[in-house]
Each structure stands twice: as structure tokens, then as C-alpha cells.
């Protein structure tokens, strides 16, 4: 197994999320609870092995409780995600 490296995400992702999203979820938007959500433009963390992006979470907060938007993790049963 890789090393795998973990980091939020910052401004310099927003165009590969929104890829990854549209290439995961079929759309750069998901909804939830009848809100719209375009997780490109949300906090989140990715999981890398090297350079390529194996799991992928993005994030809301709000009323002081956080909630999961999109999680991905293209490493089944290796603990991304």
C-alpha cells in the first residue's frame, strides 16, 4: 500500500473537485434535505496516494453542526473514507 497523505482542501483545488465531483456524482452539484450543495466551493479534505487523489469529503457547518455533503473513497475496504 501507498503512502497516503491527507489535506484540506484550498482555493487551488476548486477546479479538479469540481471535475471529480461531476466524474463520481454525474453533476458538479448534489442535493440534500432539498438543498442545493456544489461541493467544489466547500471546506473538505482529500486522501492522496502520490498524486492521485483516492478519497475525497467535503463539508457544511452551520447552527454550529457540521455536515458531510460528498464523501468518496476509491479504495474499498483500505480505509479511505
Not at 4 to 28: K, P
Not at 47 to 67: P, Q, S, W
Request: proline share 2%; charged share 15%; aromatic share 10%.
Amino acid at each position: 500500500m501507498a503512502a497516503r497523505e491527507l489535506r484540506a482542501l484550498g482555493d487551488a483545488d476548486r477546479q479538479w473537485v469540481r471535475a471529480f465531483v461531476i466524474a463520481h456524482w454525474g453533476s458538479d452539484f448534489v442535493v440534500g434535505h432539498g438543498v442545493v450543495y456544489h461541493p467544489h466551493t466547500l471546506p473538505g479534505f482529500a486522501a492522496f496516494e502520490g498524486a492521485e487523489c483516492v478519497g475525497l469529503l467535503t463539508y457544511t457547518i452551520a447552527a454550529n453542526a457540521c455536515k458531510i455533503v460528498t464523501i468518496d473513497s476509491l479504495r474499498e475496504g483500505a480505509g479511505v473514507g
